[in-house]
């Protein structure tokens, strides 16, 4: 009879997860194709494998033209190849990233089975994961680097943990994809002393050495030949100016968990609870061991990439996802140790009965919590047809045309690109909290102001913020006036909304 219950019980969050997983692949794919920016970054991604495609170095000075990003650069070469092929670069940035969803989904599964929890079970992980899509901000498949990060780390960990005939061979490969999870999104780096703990406490030696050695290689060579190629750009992008971030110490030991995760995750804490009061009621000291090392050298190092990307400067609540994902494969393995007490001979029924559906019902009131409006993430037509009509006014300007948030659409019109906004404010913002960051970038951001400042950008389409508003202003020659007062906006659906509010024309000498 327990064993029936446990059953339908395993059946009905598998079907939520089937839901969940569902409702993720049409918005994926009824977007996918949007040849407009749904998060108001993904501009400047799209820039980036622009200037892969024209072959061009990333890691430059900080110039009107260019300026690049503080990520490291594996994404965009690999959308690079996906744009070749399809021609779009819009559409190759999301496949990419939906195509590394789908191996965080696999990977998922594949670390709760390494984790001996039952196939109904490990499909619930990733049906806790898909689920969790409007936590992390719905993006799961926006183009930018964190679902690749994300997929190649866990492919990493997993690699890493799992146990062959051929463990030295998997653990050069491991270090080598853990290098990849770098060279995409360099907060990966974060995981690695775990990930050698864990190997180093179950007395895997020669795993470890090889782990190691591949991934110091790798690294090493790697940095190295960017260095040398970028001439020291590199180095100060993707270390140097992040390295100036401060941390906000408020997000990391309060607004962090009370607005993002106990509201979220409440149903799933308190069954975290219930196991671990099972597990320390139940279980050997080889069991409790076997679960704290796992909590530690996974769910640590994910919740801490997570928490101190949250606490820096702008961030946002896509750096959910690492601990997301570790949040569902813990969920997996806490609702495991709760029902799975059904199959022990020596526990009273009616308590096998109770704990089963207990941890069923938490996790249906989990899944519930978590829904979400799959349709205010996908564009309408009003979108297109605002996009289009943004493309058609372009056209018509006068150049050159300066679109702060949106210089991709410059490229959609034939003309000449500029740096996206995101790029120099980080660089501002390092500048004043180092004076050697400073020191290094000053002379390239004041060849950037006197351009903007010498009037020869003819017209400039601002975006809903006030950034430009003292450059492109009457006091400097320039009549503005809204894009949306007859028309609906370019509006992002994803992420900070974002849209292109009005239009500033140089009017030409004022005359006192």
């Known amino acids: ?45 799209y820039l980036h494998v622009l200037r ?32 070749t092929i399809t021609g779009q670069i819009m559409l190759s940035m999301r496949l990419v990233s939906i195509l590394a969803s789908v191996l965080i989904f696999v990977v998922i599964y594949a670390l709760c089975r390494v984790r001996k929890i039952p196939p109904l079970v490990s499909l619930l992980a990733v049906g ?19 679902s690749l990060f994300l997929a190649l780390l866990l492919t990493g960990y997993l690699l890493s943990i799992v146990r062959t005939k051929r463990d030295n061979a998997v653990g050069v490969f ?10 995409t999104k360099q907060q990966a780096l974060l995981a690695i002393p775990f990930v050698l703990f ?41 270390y140097e100016v992040p390295a100036t971030f401060q941390i906000s110490w408020e997000m990391i030991l309060h607004s962090f968990w009370t607005q993002y995760i106990f509201p979220k995750y409440p149903w799933l804490i308190l069954l975290f609870f219930i196991a671990v009061v099972v597990l320390l009621t139940g279980r050997n000291r080889k069991d409790i061991f076997y679960h704290g090392l796992f909590v530690i050298t996974f769910f640590l190092p994910l ?9 820096h400067q702008w961030g946002w609540i896509n750096t959910l996802l690492p601990m997301v994902a570790a949040l569902s494969v813990l969920g997996a393995e806490a609702y495991q140790l ?26 249906i009131f989990q899944f519930l919590i978590l829904r979400y409006d799959y349709r205010t993430q996908i564009p309408t037509s009003i979108n297109l047809e605002s996009g289009y009509r943004i493309l058609d006014v372009i056209k018509k ?25 995101s790029s120099l404010g980080d660089l501002y913002l390092a500048g004043q909290r180092n004076p050697e960051i400073l020191r290094s970038s000053k002379q390239y951001l004041d060849r950037i102001s006197s351009y903007l400042l010498s009037k020869s950008i003819q017209t400039a389409i601002l975006p809903n913020a006030i950034w430009y508003d003292k450059v492109f202003s009457m006091e400097n020659g320039y009549k503005c006036e809204s894009l949306v007062v007859d028309h609906p906006p370019l509006i992002t659906v994803t992420g900070s909304i974002m849209y292109l509010d009005r239009i500033c024309r140089l009017q030409g000498k004022i005359t006192k």
Request: proline fraction near 4%.
């Open 397 to 421: 300007l006068k150049s050159p045309v300066f679109i702060p948030s949106s210089p991709y659409l410059l490229f959609m019109d034939d003309q000449t690109t500029h740096f996206q906004v």
């Open 198 to 238: 864990h190997l180093i406490l179950e007395r895997r030696w020669m795993k470890t050495l090889w782990l190691g050695i591949s991934l110091l290689i790798s690294g090493i060579v790697f940095v190295v030949a960017m260095n040398i190629a970028t001439k020291g750009w590199f180095w100060f992008y993707v």
């Open 52 to 83: 892969v495609l024209q072959h061009k170095l990333i890691y430059i000075p900080p110039s009107y033209d260019f300026t690049p990003m503080i990520y490291t650069p594996l994404y965009y070469y690999v959308v690079s190849v996906f744009a």
């Open 1 to 45: 009879m327990s064993r029936k219950i446990l059953f339908v019980c395993e059946s009905t969050l598998v079907g939520l997860s089937i839901i969940a997983l569902c409702a993720y692949f049409f918005v994926a794919f009824s977007r996918i194709a949007f040849p407009f920016s749904l998060e108001w970054i993904e501009a400047n991604t």
């Open 338 to 363: 709760v029902a799975a007490t059904v199959k022990s001979n020596h526990t009273i029924a009616w308590i096998q009965i109770g704990l089963c559906c207990l941890a069923s019902v938490l996790m």
């Open 174 to 183: 491991a270090g080598f994809i853990l290098f990849l999870s770098i060279a």
């Open 303 to 311: 919740s801490a990439m997570s928490i101190v990307s949250m606490a």
């Open 128 to 146: 806790l994961f898909a689920t969790s899509y409007a936590v992390t901000g719905y993006w799961f498949d926006i183009g930018k680097v964190d």
